[in-house]
């Protein structure tokens, strides 16, 4: 079961970058 929570909290980690990502694309639309 340790396998099944660290890819639960990957998948969040990725989740939070996936949208820091969307908002920096936002907040600088010339890159």
């Known amino acids: 079961m340790e396998g099944k929570?660290?890819?639960y909290a990957w998948a969040?980690?990725?989740g939070i970058c996936a949208a820091l990502a969307a908002v920096s694309?936002?907040?600088f639309p010339s890159s």
Do not use: D
């Open 5 to 7: 929570r660290r890819g």
């Open 12 to 14: 969040v980690f990725a």
């Open 25 to 27: 694309a936002k907040s």
